[in-house]
Nanobody, 125 residues
Framework: VQLQASGGGLVQAGGSLRLSCAASGLTFSVYHMGWFRQAPGKEREFVAAIAFIGGTAHYADSVKGRFTISRDNMKNTVYLQMNSLKAEDTAVYYC???????????????????WGQGTLVTVSS
């Protein structure tokens, strides 16, 4: 299984970026997908998650209204559209996959089965 995250970079505060995560080696449509991030010197934290068929999404309070998670099951890809970026959004962003079950806890990192390598987002103020 591979989760390949891309789209990170350097952007000014107030700008936008779109992250992508391409999945291979798994049946993408039976996995919920999540984005997490880890800022320098901090623990990794939940950002957003989307259900296996799309539609249902969850967001951290810190990004609600600014970030949008989406997925394309035909392309085996999950996206994170990030608008109105702030300096505090600077972090390495990771995508992760958890197989569908009856008990989905989107914010719990421990539940996720597979992780990507991360992509760095730097927001300059």
């Amino acid at each position: 299984v591979q989760l390949q995250a891309s789209g990170g970079g350097l952007v000014q505060a107030g700008g936008s970026l779109r992250l992508s995560c391409a999945a291979s080696g798994l049946t993408f449509s039976v996995y919920h997908m999540g984005w997490f991030r880890q800022a320098p010197g901090k623990e990794r934290e939940f950002v957003a998650a989307i259900a296996f068929i799309g539609g249902t999404a969850h967001y951290a309070d810190s990004v609600k209204g600014r970030f949008t998670i989406s997925r394309d099951n035909m392309k085996n890809t999950v996206y994170l559209q990030m608008n109105s970026l702030k300096a505090e959004d600077t972090a390495v962003y990771y995508c992760a996959a958890v197989r569908v079950s009856t008990d989905w806890r989107p914010r719990w990192q421990e539940d996720y089965d597979y992780w990507g390598q991360g992509t760095l987002v730097t927001v300059s103020s």
